[in-house]
C-alpha cells in the first residue's frame, strides 16, 4: 500500500441555496490495487465533521463506492443513471439517503487519479442537494503521511 494525499472538494446547492456551499479537505491515507479495483483507506478529520470515521474509496471503471465506518456508518454507490438507498447512521439518529448519480468520471493510473461525481442526495425522501465531488488521489511524495494503517478491504 503507497501512502497518498486525498483532495476532496464539494460543492453543495440545494433549491434554496442562490450559492453552492464549497468544502475542500485534505487527508492522508494508504491506496491499493486488488483483482483491478483500487481501495485509498484514511481517517476522516475534524475539517470533514467526521472525526472518528474511517473511510474506504473504491472504484472501478465506472463505479465507485465510499464506505464510511466508525462515528458515522454509511455507504454510497455511484455509477452513472444508477439510484443508490443507504442509511446514514451516527451515535444520534438514522436517516434514510437515496443517491442518483448523473456522472461519473476516473482518470489517471498508479498513484495519481481523480474521481469526479456529480449526483443528487436525497435526505429522508425530502428534496435534494446537488453536489459535485472531486478527489484528487496523489503519492505523499513531501512525507506528508502520518502513517495510517487502515482498515482491511
Same mark, same amino acid.
Given at each position: 500500500?503507497?501512502?497518498?494525499?486525498?483532495? #476532496?472538494?464539494?460543492?453543495?446547492?440545494?433549491?434554496?441555496?442562490?450559492?453552492? %456551499?464549497?468544502? *475542500?479537505? &485534505?487527508?492522508?491515507?494508504?491506496?491499493? !490495487?486488488?483483482?483491478?479495483?483500487?481501495? &485509498?483507506? $484514511? %481517517?476522516?478529520?475534524?475539517?470533514?465533521?467526521?472525526?472518528?470515521?474511517?473511510?474506504?474509496?473504491?472504484? *472501478?471503471?465506472?463505479?465507485? #463506492? &465510499?464506505?464510511?465506518?466508525?462515528?458515522? %456508518? =454509511?455507504?454510497? !454507490?455511484?455509477?452513472?443513471?444508477?439510484?443508490?438507498?443507504?442509511?446514514?447512521? @451516527?451515535? $444520534?439518529?438514522?436517516?434514510?439517503? !437515496? @443517491?442518483?448519480?448523473?456522472? #461519473? =468520471?476516473?482518470?489517471?493510473?498508479?498513484?495519481?487519479?481523480?474521481?469526479?461525481? !456529480?449526483?443528487?442526495?436525497? $435526505?429522508?425522501?425530502?428534496?435534494?442537494? =446537488?453536489?459535485?465531488?472531486?478527489?484528487?488521489?496523489?503519492?505523499?511524495?513531501?512525507? %506528508?503521511?502520518?502513517?495510517? @494503517?487502515?482498515?482491511? $478491504?
Amino acid at each position: 500500500m503507497k501512502p497518498v494525499k486525498i483532495k #476532496v472538494s464539494s460543492s453543495n446547492k440545494s433549491r434554496w441555496q442562490d450559492q453552492a %456551499e464549497k468544502l *475542500e479537505v &485534505v487527508s492522508f491515507g494508504r491506496l491499493a !490495487e486488488k483483482n483491478g479495483k483500487y481501495y &485509498v483507506l $484514511y %481517517e476522516e478529520t475534524e475539517a470533514s465533521g467526521l472525526a472518528g470515521t474511517k473511510t474506504t474509496i473504491k472504484w *472501478e471503471k465506472q463505479r465507485v #463506492v &465510499v464506505i464510511r465506518t466508525g462515528k458515522i %456508518e =454509511h455507504r454510497q !454507490e455511484f455509477a452513472p443513471g444508477f439510484s443508490s438507498h443507504s442509511l446514514y447512521q @451516527t451515535p $444520534y439518529l438514522t436517516i434514510p439517503m !437515496e @443517491t442518483v448519480t448523473s456522472s #461519473v =468520471h476516473i482518470g489517471g493510473s498508479g498513484s495519481s487519479w481523480k474521481i469526479d461525481l !456529480e449526483y443528487d442526495l436525497f $435526505y429522508d425522501a425530502q428534496d435534494g442537494n =446537488h453536489i459535485n465531488l472531486s478527489i484528487e488521489i496523489e503519492e505523499d511524495k513531501q512525507g %506528508e503521511y502520518q502513517g495510517y @494503517t487502515g482498515q482491511e $478491504y
